[in-house]
């Protein structure tokens, strides 16, 4: 049977998901209050349903029929083969799997995820394993779960030039599905440093921000329709390619931003737009935070939907990138305590956009708001300067131990989160280098503490040094009405934040939801929702 013909949720479905969510609302509520109250010691228990146990002879038989459905060589259970699949990219994370499959069509995802529900197996949707918060690696508890990478499911289905909309699979690299729409002479605008790696299946379960939201909005903003595999192998066939569609609830927001706990995205109509044919671009010095706001505010004025990312890095996350990745330099005469990077893109009128650009920071700097600036000539100077932003990570990796976080708070209030981060750090460790790199235009501001790594291994509780640091910078944001978690997803490692910052309200909706989709808990359990 093809895919395309499989059953699709009906209204049936439906009706049965509105009346689970109300049964199971108040009884999540009462046991958000018992948690609280320390009555239940795991929050797994009772809320959602785990695996049950299982033995050998359950692996065994789960093993033959997995390979007898979708191939034999696409199922991975030898520990050599699986451990490029258990463990994060940075190295700080691993966990057992009873296999790895590797399906290639949404039909045998769908057999996959019938067979894990008759075992009780948990089933770990798996992208380009590029998160940094442990979203896509096993937990060391419970039943080792069958994870299912995506990397397989790489076909970009069609592309539309003239609607604006591609469809792709979920295993495409964000790379790919870039060059594909540029091809069209179109533009899929989601750009972040992962992008030769990650894969559109995480970018969509985490909702993925990156360098152009100031634009283009998140990966939310930029999709029009998914495929996805519920958890009983029903597949929903929800790729429309509509702008507007107002037939009851839209459902792919159900599964975009839930990191694979409701549904398997297999694939996606994502929304694109004219391809900008002209860049201009400038790497400038602020004098600091708020200096850079007010610069913000400038180009906004002055350039309107044509600033398409405002990136601001601290100095010594730029000692870090010039030090540890080859190739790189400081753009500037000298390194100033701040830096900025700013474009502008438009379908036309490079010269134009460029003497604008000039103009705005000529302005900046008669009110004494920048030391110095520098504008990218070509475009080798531009990609040497975005090279520069894209190192980050890989410098880190490198260089320490960064206990990255992912706060957002309202823009206006970014230069403030920065300093009240760097005090609340500094009372715990004095001195402690802190690395700002921040998406200054949407809020978003990575803000890392950073450890050596002989500074690291001297410390007799890392655990509990990474939970106060992030603890204490994830509560500067929530003093000013921002989040802990803005693009990178909340994985394993945000879990004590949701049941920390969360209300009782939102909590329990949540639950009621996944209880109302998943019932066993088999997508991807212990991740987003405690």
């Known amino acids: 049977m093809h895919w395309r013909d499989a059953i699709f949720v009906s209204a049936n479905t439906l009706t049965v998901?509105?009346?689970?969510?109300?049964?199971?609302?108040?009884?999540?509520?009462?046991?958000?209050?018992?948690?609280?109250?320390?009555?239940?010691?795991?929050?797994s228990d009772s809320r959602c349903p785990s695996p049950r146990n299982w033995n050998m002879?359950?692996?065994?038989?789960?093993i033959?029929?997995?390979?007898t459905e979708i191939g034999a060589d696409a199922v991975l259970t030898q520990d050599a083969d699986l451990a490029p699949f258990t463990e994060d990219w940075r190295g700080r994370y691993k966990g057992p799997a009873t296999a790895v499959v590797q399906p290639s069509n949404t039909a045998?995802?769908?057999?996959?995820?019938?067979?894990?529900?008759?075992?009780?197996?948990?089933?770990?949707?798996?992208?380009?394993?590029?998160?940094?918060?442990?979203?896509?690696?096993?937990?060391?508890?419970?039943?080792?779960?069958?994870i299912v990478n995506l990397a397989r499911m790489r076909r970009i289905r069609h592309i539309d030039a003239a609607?604006?909309?591609?469809e792709v699979e979920a295993g495409c690299v964000l790379k790919t599905v870039q060059d594909a729409a540029a091809a069209e002479n179109r533009l899929y605008a989601v750009s972040l440093g992962a992008e030769g790696s990650c894969q559109i299946g995480g970018n969509l379960s985490t909702n993925a921000g990156g360098t152009g939201v100031v634009r283009y909005g998140n990966t939310r903003d930029n999709v029009l329709g998914l495929e996805v595999v519920l958890a009983d192998g029903t597949i929903w066939n929800g790729l429309r390619a509509?702008?507007?569609?107002?037939?009851?609830?839209?459902l792919k927001h159900l599964f975009i931003g839930t990191e694979g706990t409701l549904g398997i995205i297999t694939a996606a109509t994502l929304k694109l737009h004219p391809l900008p044919t002209q860049h201009a671009l400038a790497w400038f010095a602020p004098v600091d935070p708020a200096a850079a706001l007010q610069i913000l505010g400038m180009f906004q004025a002055a350039c309107g939907s044509r600033l398409s990312a405002f990136e601001m890095i601290n100095r010594r996350q730029l000692e870090l990138v010039i030090e540890h990745v080859p190739g790189r330099r400081n753009p500037l005469s000298e390194l100033h305590e701040w830096h900025v990077l700013?474009?502008?893109?438009?379908?036309?009128?490079?010269?134009?956009?460029?003497?604008?650009?000039?103009?705005?920071?000529?302005?900046?700097?008669?009110?004494?708001?920048?030391?110095?600036?520098?504008?990218?000539s070509n475009e080798t100077q531009r990609a040497t300067l975005w090279e520069i932003r894209h190192s980050v990570s890989e410098a880190n990796k490198k260089s320490g131990v960064g206990l990255t976080t992912d706060c957002a708070v309202p823009v206006s209030a970014v230069p403030v989160f920065i300093e009240r981060a760097t005090a609340a750090v500094h009372e715990i460790v004095p001195a402690l280098d802190v690395l700002v790199v921040a998406h200054l235009g949407d809020g978003n501001a990575h803000f890392i503490p950073f450890f050596t790594f002989d500074a690291w291994r001297e410390l007799p509780?890392?655990?509990?040094?990474?939970?106060?640091?992030?603890?204490?910078?994830?509560?500067?944001?929530?003093?000013?009405?921002?989040?802990?978690?803005?693009?990178?997803?909340?994985?394993?490692?945000?879990?004590?934040?949701?049941?920390h910052y969360k209300s009782s309200a939102e909590l329990g909706l949540m639950r009621a939801v996944k209880t109302a989709l998943d019932p066993q808990n088999l997508f991807n359990p212990g991740r987003l929702i405690p």
């Open 64 to 67: 033959a029929a997995l390979k």
């Open 242 to 250: 509509l702008r507007k569609d107002n037939t009851g609830l839209d």
């Open 108 to 146: 045998q995802v769908a057999a996959v995820v019938r067979l894990c529900a008759a075992h009780g197996v948990p089933v770990l949707p798996q992208g380009g394993n590029t998160s940094l918060c442990a979203g896509a690696i096993p937990r060391n508890e419970g039943v080792a779960p069958v």
């Open 57 to 62: 002879n359950d692996v065994t038989t789960l």
């Open 163 to 166: 609607n604006g909309s591609m």
């Open 461 to 499: 509780d890392p655990t509990s040094m990474a939970n106060a640091m992030r603890r204490c910078v994830n509560d500067v944001a929530h003093e000013l009405h921002g989040t802990f978690s803005a693009e990178h997803g909340v994985g394993q490692t945000g879990l004590p934040e949701m049941a």
């Open 342 to 376: 700013v474009e502008l893109a438009d379908t036309g009128g490079g010269d134009e956009m460029a003497a604008l650009l000039q103009q705005t920071l000529e302005h900046a700097a008669e009110q004494g708001l920048i030391h110095d600036a520098i504008l990218a």
């Open 17 to 43: 998901i509105v009346m689970r969510l109300k049964a199971f609302q108040c009884d999540f509520f009462l046991h958000i209050l018992l948690f609280r109250r320390g009555l239940l010691a795991d929050s």
